[in-house]
C-alpha cells in the first residue's frame, strides 16, 4: 500500500499533496525571505503526519483533539488515496467535525484530481 495523494475539502487551509511513485520527502522552506526572524520549526511537518495517522485511522484520544479542534480544522474533511498491492486505489475520507464516521471506496483507476464526492 503506496499513499498517492492527500487533501481536504477546504483547499485554502490545507494543500493537496500528491505523492511521487518513488521516494517522497517533507521539505519545510521560508518563501517569504523578508521573514527572516523564522527558522524551519512550525511550518507543519508534524502536523502532516498527525493527518496522516488520522486518515490511517488511529484512534483519536482526548488529549489528541488538540490538533483537530484547536488548530482550524473545524467542518474540514480529509481525504487519502492510496494504492493497493492488488494496483486498485482506495479512498478513505474523515472528517474532523465527526471523526467516528469514516467512508471508503474502492477504485479501479488514480483518480484524476482531487474529488471530495465519494459516489
Do not use: W
Not at 34 to 39: A, V
Not at 91 to 98: A, H, L, P
Request: no cysteine.
Amino acid at each position: 500500500m503506496k499513499f498517492s495523494k492527500i487533501y481536504s475539502n477546504k483547499i485554502t487551509q490545507f494543500h493537496n499533496i500528491e505523492f511521487n511513485e518513488g521516494l517522497n520527502v517533507v521539505l519545510a522552506e521560508i518563501m517569504d525571505k523578508s521573514k527572516t526572524e523564522k527558522d524551519t520549526h512550525n511550518l507543519g511537518k508534524t502536523l502532516l503526519i498527525s493527518i496522516i495517522d488520522f486518515l490511517l485511522l488511529k484512534t483519536i484520544s482526548r488529549k489528541a483533539v488538540y490538533f483537530l479542534t484547536k488548530g482550524g480544522f473545524e467542518g474540514q474533511v480529509f481525504f487519502a488515496e492510496l494504492k493497493l498491492n492488488s494496483g486498485e486505489y482506495i479512498i478513505i475520507r474523515r472528517g474532523v467535525d465527526n471523526p467516528t464516521k469514516i467512508s471508503f471506496k474502492i477504485n479501479e483507476y488514480k483518480l484524476d484530481g482531487f474529488q471530495t464526492q465519494l459516489n
